[in-house]
C-alpha cells in the first residue's frame, strides 16, 4: 500500500451508542486487508476510514459495520449535513 494510492471517506453509521461500540465499528474496519486507519466518533455518528481503493471498496466496509450490529448510512453529505435535516454534523 502505498501513500500516494490511498483514499480517506468519511461515513456516517446509526446504532453507535457508546465508547464500546465506536471501538466496535473502529476494529471491525481496521481488520479489512487494505484499510490503513479507522476513526469511529459516536459524536458524529460517523466513521474516517482511510484505504487503499484498489483493494477495498464501500461495500466490504458497509458489510463490515452490518455484520456487527451497526447501520452503514454512507459517505457525509458536502457540508456534513444530513438528508432532510438541518443540521450540521460537527
Known amino acids: 500500500m502505498t501513500a500516494h494510492a490511498l483514499k480517506k471517506e468519511i461515513y456516517l453509521v ?14 471491525v474496519i481496521e481488520n ?4 490503513k486507519t479507522s476513526r469511529a466518533d459516536l459524536k458524529s455518528a460517523s466513521v474516517t476510514v482511510e484505504y487503499d481503493p484498489s483493494s477495498v471498496d464501500v461495500d466490504k466496509i458497509k458489510s463490515a459495520v452490518s455484520k456487527v450490529g451497526y447501520k452503514f448510512m454512507g459517505s457525509l453529505p458536502p457540508y456534513g449535513q444530513r438528508e432532510g435535516n438541518d443540521e450540521a454534523i460537527a
Open 14 to 27: 446509526e446504532g453507535m451508542t457508546c465508547s464500546a461500540c465506536e471501538r466496535t465499528v473502529q476494529r
Open 32 to 35: 479489512i486487508a487494505g484499510v
